[in-house]
């Protein structure tokens, strides 16, 4: 059934583009996942007009840290799952 609907391809070596990640086995016993090509890309694409200025520490929203003191807590089973 694989290879029907979309031909399969086959990659050797120690470096593989997928899914616009470079995946790098050229290290023994470590793997490094990369996008720079892919976020390239994105910005050479994106519109000249759009306005690219600022610095983020991190690109999480504000909020992501935010605790609710209203929430319901945890059983102290599920807190140590």
Do not use: W
Not at 34 to 44: A, C, K, Q
Not at 51 to 77: E, I, Q, R, Y
């Amino acid at each position: 059934k694989y290879g029907k609907e979309a031909p399969l391809s086959i990659t050797r070596g120690k470096v593989h583009d997928y899914l616009g990640m470079t995946i790098d086995f050229t290290k023994q016993n470590k793997v490094k996942f990369s996008m720079v090509d892919y976020t390239e890309n994105v910005i050479e694409d994106a519109p000249k007009d759009a306005c690219f200025t600022g610095t983020a520490p991190t690109p999480a929203a504000n909020h992501l840290f935010t605790v609710s003191n209203d929430s319901d807590k945890l059983s102290k089973t599920d807190a140590e799952k």
